[in-house]
């Protein structure tokens, strides 16, 4: 690239003409155009390596689709969405928290030896894998609000922020919307610990 300045200015000097200067004057541009793109590429080239080299932070390669909380007046409520991960790694949120709830767990569901569907904390974190999404649906996955701080009302929104493996965090907010589903019990937990508060 360095050789490449000295050709701007002699096919000018040497053609006087009107129809030669702009010929070339366009050439030129068409030279600059030419000459700044391959720039570009090489410069998103290298930074392209190095960053597959160190690994882009979980964080900034994974995003949320359809997100959506359930909303509940008090206890216990849930988020669900799809967690997109776009890098070429597999990702682990291992924990999530947000200011509508006390405490929170990552929840899956399950059958337990009574063929009932219960939800439990998921041992070792919801795991992305590269370039796939996981479903955080009712009667699945999802991110469970054991204990809200206020009652959560359809159409609010309420922010979460997801941890990773690596430490790295990312943050997402979501609207809350009716929803009479996901009253899976509590794992170990009596009846009254359902997901929806008073919900029917
Ligand atoms: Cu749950």
Same mark, same amino acid.
């Given at each position: 690239?360095?050789?490449?300045?000295?050709?701007?200015?002699? @096919?000018?000097?040497?053609? @006087?003409?009107?129809?030669?200067?702009?010929?070339?004057?366009?050439?030129?541009?068409?030279?600059? /155009?030419?000459?700044? /793109?391959?720039?570009?590429?090489?410069?998103?080239?290298?930074?392209?390596?190095?960053?597959?080299?160190?690994?882009? @932070?979980?964080? =900034?390669?994974?995003?949320?689709?359809?997100?959506?909380?359930? /909303? /509940?007046? $008090?206890?216990?409520? &849930?988020?669900?969405?799809?967690? $997109?991960?776009?890098?070429?790694?597999?990702?682990?949120?291992?924990?999530?928290?947000?200011? &509508?709830?006390?405490?929170?767990?990552?929840? $899956?569901?399950?059958?337990?030896?009574?063929?009932?569907?219960?939800?439990? =904390?998921?041992?070792?974190?919801?795991?992305?894998?590269?370039? !796939?999404?996981?479903?955080?649906?009712?009667?699945?996955?999802?991110?469970?609000?054991?204990?809200?701080?206020? @009652?959560? !009302?359809?159409?609010?929104?309420?922010?979460?922020?997801?941890?990773?493996?690596?430490?790295?965090? *990312?943050?997402?907010?979501?609207? &809350?919307?009716? *929803?009479?589903?996901?009253?899976?019990? *509590?794992?170990?937990?009596?009846?009254?610990?359902?997901?929806?508060?008073?919900?029917?």
């Amino acid at each position: 690239m360095t050789d490449t300045p000295p050709t701007f200015h002699h @096919p000018i000097q040497q053609h @006087p003409t009107r129809k030669g200067i702009t010929m070339h004057a366009r050439t030129t541009s068409k030279l600059l /155009a030419l000459t700044a /793109a391959a720039v570009i590429a090489l410069t998103g080239c290298s930074t392209a390596a190095s960053t597959t080299a160190d690994t882009k @932070p979980a964080g =900034e390669s994974v995003a949320i689709e359809n997100g959506w909380v359930k /909303a /509940a007046d $008090e206890g216990m409520s &849930a988020a669900f969405g799809e967690l $997109e991960n776009s890098s070429d790694q597999d990702v682990t949120v291992v924990s999530a928290t947000t200011k &509508a709830s006390t405490m929170i767990e990552l929840h $899956e569901t399950v059958e337990n030896e009574s063929g009932e569907m219960v939800m439990r =904390e998921k041992s070792g974190g919801f795991t992305i894998p590269a370039g !796939k999404s996981l479903s955080l649906e009712p009667g699945g996955n999802h991110i469970m609000l054991m204990d809200l701080v206020n @009652p959560i !009302k359809a159409g609010d929104e309420v922010t979460f922020t997801l941890t990773f493996s690596d430490d790295s965090t *990312y943050e997402f907010t979501v609207p &809350a919307k009716d *929803y009479s589903g996901a009253n899976e019990n *509590y794992e170990g937990g009596d009846t009254d610990m359902d997901m929806g508060g008073d919900s029917k």
